[in-house]
Each structure stands twice: as C-alpha cells, then as structure tokens.
C-alpha cells in the first residue's frame, strides 16, 4: 500500500476548482487538504467525493470550542470518512481527550492532529495575548500537552521539527507546510524548507501547494517531489 507523504492543500472556493485540479493528481502520490474556505463552500459532498475517487483527506478546519463541541464534531469528521482532523491545542487537555475518546469509538479513527502556534504569529502577537515566552517554548509546550492528551501529532513549522521529534519521540506524527523544492518561488511563506531537508529534519507528511497547483504540469511536480522525498526518506 502506497503512503504518500506529500499532502496537497485545496486552496479554492468553488468544487469545480478543486476537481478541476484532482483529475491531474494521483492519490497515490499524495493525499489532499481541505480547508475553511473550501469546506465552507463545497462542504461534506465534495469531501465525500474526493474519498470516493481515492484520496486520504486531511480535514483542516481546526476545531476549537468547549470539549463536547469539538469531541462531536471530530466523531462526525470520523464518521465522514477523513483520514486525518485537526483541533487547536490552545483548547487544552480535556478538549483533545475528549476528542481522542470520541474518535476511538468509531469503526474509522482518523488521525487527529494538534494546531499548536500558527505560524502567522510572532512573539509580538503572543505578548498581546499574555503570553510572556517565546514562540519556540510555546510551540514546545502545546505539542507536549498534544501528545499526554493521546493526539496522534501536530502540525508545525519544519524549522520545529527537530525539536519536537527529539522531544516526543519518532511515532509522533509532524505535519509541516512552509515547503519549497529548489528553485521554485516562496510565495508569501517566509522561512521555508525544502522537501529533502523536510524529510531529512524528520518531518512525517509535507503540505505542499502552489509548487504543485500552480505548475504547468502537477503531476509531473507531484513526481519530482515524491522522488526527492524517497531519496531523503532512505537516509533519514
Ligand atoms: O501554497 P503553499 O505550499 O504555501 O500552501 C501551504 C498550505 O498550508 C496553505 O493551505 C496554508 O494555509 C497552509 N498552512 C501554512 N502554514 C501553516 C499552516 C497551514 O502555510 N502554519
């Protein structure tokens, strides 16, 4: 069974965009993330519909709320058939446990995932909040509660993964986006990775977009990433 490691983001707001984009893709090479906005607009019918043409669905909606609302909305996201659902760790312990206890009575237990700093936040942003370390402690701090409270993992900047995989130990899954192969364009992130150094660092599943939505021909983008991770993977 294929494991792809690369996850590609749908960025769109219409389904027709996103199909548009799937027929070029293969789910054996990569699984695909759907969002806020796409979700908003195309909501459980598309997801349903890319997990019937195949692919592993990352559903990044973030959950944050009291424990009971967030437990029922991860035991729906499990009943939809995703394989991996997210929750901010800011939520605290007994909203991830509760989670975790809601997802584990399914006959499907998609992999739930922690959100611990976004990475649009800065120690600036932190102080206005009243949180008086730095990011990189936070970051640390939230990852740890992620893992005692049974998640499967977070998702994280690849410039944290050696920290947290040093930390937490090799099953914890890491999620990293921020992800340039050489030579393509930053975009709008700001300290990237590529998807060598990713792999190399420890880094689980790679969330890359526009080097692959944006190329003249995805697929073959979709190749030469998934080449340069098999070739990192067997040094790691
Ligand atoms: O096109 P690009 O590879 O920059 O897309 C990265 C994807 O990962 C986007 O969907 C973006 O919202 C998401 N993401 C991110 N940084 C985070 C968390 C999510 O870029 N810290």
Redesign the pocket.
């Known amino acids: 069974m294929s494991n792809p490691r690369i996850i590609v ?1 749908l ?1 769109f707001n219409t389904a027709e965009q996103a199909l548009q984009l799937i027929e070029k893709l293969q789910p054996d090479l990569c699984r695909l ?1 759907v ?1 806020k906005e796409l979700f908003t607009k195309a909501g459980p019918v598309l997801v349903e519909k890319l997990i019937e043409k195949g692919f592993d669905i990352f559903l ?1 909606l973030k959950f944050h709320d009291i424990p009971t609302t967030v437990a029922k909305a991860c035991a729906v996201a499990a009943d939809l058939g995703v394989w991996m659902v997210n929750v901010h760790a800011s939520g605290g312990s007994e909203m991830m446990s509760l989670a975790r206890e809601e997802i584990e009575k399914k006959s499907h237990r998609p992999l739930l995932i922690g ?1 611990t700093i ?3 936040m800065n120690q600036q942003a932190l102080a206005e909040l009243g949180i008086q370390c730095s990011v990189e402690e936070q970051v640390m701090r939230l990852a740890q509660l992620t893992s005692d409270a049974g998640l499967d993992g977070v ?1 994280c ?1 690849a410039h944290e993964v050696k920290m947290l995989r040093d930390n937490l130990g090799k099953e914890f899954k890491l999620v990293t ?4 192969p050489g030579g393509s364009s930053n ?3 700001k300290r990237v990775m590529t998807p060598g150094q990713a792999i190399s660092a420890g880094s689980d599943y790679l ?5 692959i ?1 944006q190329a003249a021909d995805p697929i073959q983008a979709l190749k030469d990433i998934s080449e340069e991770i098999s070739a990192a993977s067997t040094n790691v």
Do not use: E
């Open positions: 983001p960025d993330k969002g990044d959100v976004l990475t649009s998702v900047s986006p921020g992800i340039r975009d709008d992130q969330v890359i977009g526009r080097p939505t």
